[in-house]
């Protein structure tokens, strides 16, 4: 698959309402998308996906067999639609059920209701997911190396999935601090990409080593994160952090900040 036009995705609709489906299918309609699948529970989904590739699921949080965790996390399990863009619409807010679906690496988190605006970006992000074509590959030949840190597998994986569009193919994994330090001891990278909240150690501390004791001080580093603590943020600025990205991200974000940080 090339560049893909918002006309030609398929989107699949899980919500137990009948009213709110209505009213995402309609907003999807709207947005340009002319094929929908509609599902009330995550059972009747997973019974669709048998037969259907849908480019993207968008869910409620809440569904009568299920929650939105478990269905995204059973998709990115599946051999067929692990990386199957994935949106959550809901007005969950709380810390603990929107985590884990951040790590999952997901095109987008909306409210409910949601705006024309937030959809129209969690679709552009699909797309942005779902383009493979050659022209975005655009640091192919310069034979760069990142190391991805994130205690989350499926994080690592999405975020490795963009740097591979970017044609950044040499790509090592780390879950923690501590583990991506033996990496930077061992090898010379491009650019780290890293979370923020990691037992063992955190991005700040591995910020702090690389900055202070390590062998490449000046190595750029890019946080994507779901902290939304504004001091703890501010001392991961203060560390010397090369630049700071949020979860759900867009991955045009991603590529942007990249390519800036490496031609810097």
Known sequence: ??????????????????????????????????????????????????????????????????TAIDLVQRLRESAEHADTPFVLVSSETRFRYLDPIRQAGVAGILPKPFTDQQLRTALSATVDLLDDSTDARVLEDRGL????????????????????????????????????????RDH??????????????????????????????TLPVLMVTGEDNASRLSAVQQSGVSAICDKPFEPSVIRDLVQQIVDA
């Open 1 to 66: 698959m090339s560049s893909i036009g918002l006309h030609e995705l398929v989107v699949m609709v899980v919500e137990p309402s009948a009213v709110q489906r209505r009213i995402v299918c309609r907003a999807l309609l709207d947005s340009g998308v002319a094929t929908i699948l509609d599902s009330d529970c995550g059972a009747d989904a997973f019974a669709r996906l048998r037969n259907e590739c849908p480019d993207l699921v968008i869910s409620a949080m809440y569904l009568p067999d299920m």
């Open 145 to 184: 190396r990142a190391l991805v840190v994130d205690d989350s597998s499926l994080s690592r994986k999405h975020v490795t999935r963009v740097l591979n569009s970017l044609g950044i193919d040499h790509v090592d994994h780390a879950a923690d601090g501590v583990a991506a330090i033996a990496h930077i």
């Open 188 to 217: 010379l990278y491009d650019i780290v990409i890293t979370d923020y909240n990691m037992p063992h150690m955190d991005g700040k501390e591995l910020i702090d080593h690389i900055r202070h004791d390590s062998a490449q001080t």
